[in-house]
């Protein structure tokens, strides 16, 4: 193996180190640092990670990309890239999850919970790890893990029936996405020819290819859904669920910042589509309305923020459909930006929380008289990100207002001035919410100093990005937008008079304007957003439709054997039959038998006898009246089977036969004894049992179907059949001189092991079966 | 049940291990292989059930978790398919040892032994755990 370089190293600890941390902090609890551990741990493995991040950062100059396969045959690798784009991503990750841990070491989550540092640091880990990603496939496979571990956070207080609907709600939503994203790699790497990140190995698509199209689709499903974006924004709200700290990190920088990773990586191959401004477009243009609508209506502070976070990622993804160089430095100049403002927001909601001890949504009136250090602090960012100058959200909002001119669609430019207005009134609608408005809260408590130094280290960060925006431009936003179009790109962002501040200076107005008359504003938004199905509507009935369809597929779960059988051989039937009719019909079918190659079946006349006994066996065991007796019976007809397999030269099989034909006589008569006298003697009439003419006829059927398909899988048996290279080649490929040991261990191995997994699977059942039957016993 | 039944499930059980032993060992070159083994394991102890019943026996083994025996005989197998990853080769690819046993022969050791002993804890543990499941049942 080649030296791997020193910043794929480094890539490799960064996402290392958060889940070696995970994985320690179990077994410290159990030395007895139980609530030291978690703490303890988080803040040292992010501290670290942090650091390493900056390091890689400053280590890297050019594009790093390093890349093993995995599985070659088809195009899968696994490796890093250290780019630009991905370093964008990981510093804002790393730098908020620290943020995070630091807060979190005196914010502690009601029920207390190790889990929560340890989900919170694997989370780390796969965020970073699916930033960093130099493969489609394995960034699937990190998108997937965030997922999981979002979900464990937010169902952290799993006591809850309602935090378990939420957590639910969460995953179903991004699993759903996950699985679009899935989808639309597979399209788009078999369009490519290759899974490789970043960029195309290959020729890009043609724009019209109709994998293309739906690859776009896919993705910007998937990204959607990760994003929050309307119409599947409808899970942020309920991750409001998860501890304060969290929603600091997840729901402002790491999961909604892997959609915008994502579109950002994929756009130069993606963008080639003329669907792709429309549907990814679309989808922000849609959010900023429906998640202002959002943080305008809902009571609970969190609530607002996601609302807000919804329509902020709006404006991002207007800009991602713009797929220019110049877009995309507004667009992660943007994402940069409210990641730092919404995690501080957050921060500061978690503060009065802990202040008031009245939760997110209290009431906390006049509070801001009392608190006045929380107020200024959360006033700061709350401006910062409503677009107040000079902070720096004043500068985002600048950087889109500039894309959009120059973008020369007016309807984009509209909607960011309006995005913007609303933007403002619902920051100052929070402000309102949170501090003022509402029955004084009970007196609030003294802080620890970190809950308020961390979301000052943000309200620092707003005013010096305010103040120098250049710096985020020039050492990390421009060397980005460069690598994923890789042309220079040079965005910068000056006050200077022009139709931009004049919009800026507009949107503000209207906002203000739009606060200050909120009274008599909100009735009338009310009246015309009413009839609107809502997006949550929608995923309840979807979800109440699949739960009706669920519970119309117990109609087949009788609890009657001879049920399931009778259900399992009609479905044999109808494939078979369909098999039989493309068969018959000829033509070109792909699903036509070979045709007889007239093979004579090479029978040996003394089975003649050993068949004739099985058929009388098995008409024994119907007619036998005690059911050891019949089972007796049956074993009989498992010895005479592997008889005839003795006979045919199969001597594996019919040992093997004997041994299982005798486990299960023993397995049948175990618990023989258990059963009452009359259903040992079968005096009870069979219940359940169906009309015997349908019964015959379906066994008839089935079995008559078993054997035409044996005869003719006999009779159309290759020229030159597989068995003959097994036997051929056992001894010389594998060493083994016996060839069905050949095939079960070596040539067919990987069917072997999938055997015994499903064999393992199925045991487990029936002993998760008898245990439930003992608690109802006892 | 009589007690000749006893006597004679009494010395079938150590006969039966090694025959699956033998089986296991000499699965490539002979027929048997490791869920042939297991299966007679797995015989000899119902017997072992059938004759003594279930407490009976069970105070005898009772050190053995079934469940733990067939998900580590899964374990083994996973580790066999991708312990020839570690050398290079692909996923249950070959790798063989053969180690000369004095007086006995030589003996070929190979990732499909390891994968036989898997298979073969998988069907033990499995046709065990079905067993005491049926026992937790109906008692």
New interface residues.
């Given amino acids: 193996m080649a030296a791997v370089p020193v910043p794929i190293l480094i890539a490799t600890a960064v996402v290392a180190l958060p889940m070696v941390g995970a994985a320690l902090i179990l077994p410290m609890c159990a030395l007895g640092f139980r609530r030291a551990a978690g703490p303890l741990i988080g803040c040292a493995t992010s501290a670290l990670t942090a650091a390493l991040v900056v390091w890689l950062w400053a280590a890297t100059d050019g594009p790093v990309v390093w890349r093993v396969w995995w599985a070659p045959d088809l195009g899968i690798g696994f490796g890093w890239a250290v780019d630009g784009v991905s370093l964008l991503f990981a510093l804002l990750v790393a730098s908020i999850g620290l943020l995070a841990f630091v807060y979190s070491a005196v914010f502690v989550p009601r029920p207390v919970s190790a889990g929560y540092h340890a989900y919170l640091l694997l989370f780390t880990g796969s965020v970073l790890g699916l930033v960093l990603s130099a493969d489609l496939v394995q960034l699937y496979l990190f998108w997937e893990m965030t997922d999981i571990f979002a979900f464990f956070l937010i169902g952290l207080s799993w006591r809850d029936p309602a935090a378990r609907a939420s957590a639910r709600k969460v995953l179903t939503i991004t699993l759903a996405g996950g699985l679009a994203l899935l989808l639309g790699i597979v399209l788009l790497g078999a369009g490519l020819g290759s899974f490789r990140l970043p960029g195309a190995a290959a020729g890009p698509p043609a724009a019209e290819a109709l994998h293309l199209t739906l690859a776009v689709l896919l993705i910007a499903i998937a990204a959607a859904a990760k994003s929050a974006q309307f119409p599947l924004h409808v899970w942020l709200p309920d991750s409001m669920r998860a501890p304060t700290p969290a929603n600091a990190f997840l729901d402002s920088a790491a999961v909604l910042a892997a959609g915008v990773y994502l579109l950002v990586r994929l756009q130069p191959v993606l963008s080639l589509s003329p669907w792709w401004p429309w549907v990814v477009g679309g989808a922000g243009a849609a959010s900023i309305l429906a998640g202002a609508a959002l943080a305008l209506r809902a009571a609970d502070f969190k609530i607002i923020l996601a609302g807000s976070t919804v329509s902020q990622y709006g404006f991002i993804f207007i800009l991602l459909g713009a797929a220019t160089p110049e877009a995309v430095a507004a667009a992660l100049f943007f994402l940069v930006q409210h990641g730092v403002l919404k995690a501080g927001l957050f921060f500061c909601v978690g503060a009065v929380a802990v202040a008031t001890g009245v939760g997110a949504r209290g009431s906390a009136g006049g509070l801001w008289r009392r608190m006045p250090a929380l107020f200024a602090v959360t006033t700061l960012l709350a401006l910062s990100l409503g677009g107040v100058p000079p902070l720096s959200g004043f500068w985002m909002k600048e950087g889109f207002l500039e894309a959009a001119l120059s973008w020369d669609r007016p309807a984009v430019v509209a909607l960011g001035v309006v995005g913007s207005a609303l933007t403002l009134a619902y920051m100052l609608r929070f402000l309102a919410v949170v501090f003022a408005e509402g029955a004084p809260a009970p007196g609030p408590r003294p802080l620890a100093g970190l809950l308020l130094a961390v979301p000052l280290t943000a309200a620092a960060a707003t005013i010096g990005l305010g103040l120098w925006p250049d710096l985020l431009l020039r050492h990390l936003v421009n060397p980005a937008a460069s690598t994923v179009w890789a042309t220079s790109v040079d965005m910068e962002v000056s006050l200077k008079p022009g139709p931009t501040l004049l919009l800026s200076v507009l949107a503000l107005s209207v906002g203000m304007a739009a606060f200050l008359t909120r009274g008599r504003l909100r009735p009338r938004l009310a009246r015309l957003a009413s009839p609107l199905p809502t997006a949550d509507g929608a995923y309840r009935a979807i979800g109440s439709a699949a739960e009706r369809a669920g519970r119309r597929t117990l109609a087949l779960q009788s609890g009657r054997l001879s049920r399931y059988v009778s259900i399992t051989l009609a479905g044999m039937l109808a494939l078979l039959g369909f098999v039989a009719w493309a068969s018959l019909r000829g033509g070109d079918g792909a699903w036509r038998l070979p045709p007889p190659a007239g093979s004579p079946l090479d029978l040996d006349w003394r089975m003649t006898p050993l068949l004739l006994l099985i058929c009388g066996g098995a008409l024994l065991t119907l007619l036998l009246r005690e059911r050891i007796h019949m089972i007796l019976a049956l074993g009989a007809v498992g010895y005479l089977i592997a008889g005839v397999f003795a006979l045919a030269l199969a001597?594996?099989l019919g040992?093997?036969q004997v041994?299982?034909e005798?486990?299960v006589t023993?397995?049948f008569?175990?618990?023989l004894a258990?059963?009452p006298e009359e259903v040992r003697r079968r005096e009870l009439p069979d219940r359940g049992l169906p009309n015997p003419v349908v019964g015959f006829g379906l066994a008839g059927a089935a079995g008559s179907a078993a054997a035409w398909l044996s005869w003719r899988a006999v009779e159309s048996a290759p020229a030159d059949p597989v068995a003959r290279w097994y036997t051929e080649n056992a001894a010389g490929l594998?060493?083994?001189?016996?060839v069905?040991?050949?095939v079960?261990?070596?040539f067919r191995?990987?069917d072997?092991?999938g055997e015994?997994?499903v064999?393992?699977t199925?045991?487990?059942g029936?002993?998760a079966?008898?245990?439930l039957?003992?608690r109802e016993?006892s | 049940v009589t007690p000749l039944i006893r006597v004679v499930s009494l010395a079938v059980l150590p006969i039966a291990l090694m025959i699956s032993f033998s089986y296991l060992v000499t699965?490539?070159?002979?027929?048997?292989?490791?869920?042939?083994a297991g299966?007679?394991t797995?015989?000899a102890l119902?017997?072992e059930?059938?004759s003594f019943g279930y407490a009976q026996t069970r105070r005898r083994i009772r050190r053995i978790r079934f469940?733990y025996v067939?998900?580590g005989?899964?374990g083994v197998?996973?580790a066999a398919?991708v312990l020839p990853l570690l050398s290079g080769d692909p996923?249950?690819g070959?790798q063989?040892l053969v180690v000369a046993i004095p007086v006995l022969g030589e003996l070929?050791l190979?990732r499909?032994m390891v994968?036989?002993v898997?298979?073969y804890l998988?069907?033990v543990?499995?046709?065990m755990?079905?067993?005491?499941?049926?026992?937790?049942?109906?008692?």
């Fill in positions: 001597p594996n040992l093997l041994h299982v005798t486990l023993v397995l008569i175990l618990p258990a059963l594998t060493g083994a001189e016996d069905v040991a050949a079960l261990v070596h191995a990987f072997t092991l015994i997994v064999f393992a199925a045991t487990a029936v002993a079966r008898a245990a039957m003992r016993r | 699965a490539e070159e002979r027929p048997g292989d490791g869920f042939t299966i007679i797995a015989l119902a017997l059930y059938l469940d067939l998900f005989g899964l197998a996973l398919t996923l249950l070959m063989r070929k190979s499909s994968f036989d898997g298979i998988v069907v543990g499995g046709c755990t079905v067993i005491d499941g049926l026992e937790e049942a109906i008692g």
